[in-house]
């Protein structure tokens, strides 16, 4: 099992930044890669940036050159750096994991971009 507790959201202008923070425990060692998932009101649950454990990151169009994913395996850790945020990446912010075939996902946290 993996267990992953994102936080680092909020309300923030257009224009600011943020950044998430994903804190893996459990099976940490088999994990691969990872990635950072958006919902937003209404719409599905999209793929917005992932890593791989050789350092390959993607990035879904819209955030290229303004998200930065990273992952601290000393610490379990993943974040996304989010700069120069639009209205539009408003949404809760998941945590990906996918191990043995079984996606885990943590419990998101709240992004909020006023305009």
């Known amino acids: 099992q993996v267990q992953l507790v994102e936080s680092g959201g909020g309300l923030v202008q257009a224009g600011g930044s943020l950044r998430l923070s994903c804190v893996a425990s459990?099976?940490?060692?088999?994990?691969?890669?990872m990635g950072w998932y958006r919902q937003a009101p209404g719409k599905q649950r999209e793929l917005v940036a992932s890593i791989f454990s050789g350092g390959h990151t993607n990035y879904e169009d819209s955030v290229k050159g303004r998200f930065t994913i990273s992952w601290d395996k000393a610490i379990n850790t993943m974040y996304l750096e989010m700069d120069n945020l639009k209205p539009e990446d408003t949404g809760v912010y998941f945590c990906?994991?996918?191990?043995?075939?079984?996606?885990?996902w943590g419990q998101g946290t709240q992004v909020t971009v006023s305009s």
């Open positions: 990906n994991t996918d191990v043995w075939g079984i996606k885990f």
């Open positions: 459990g099976k940490t060692s088999v994990i691969d890669a």
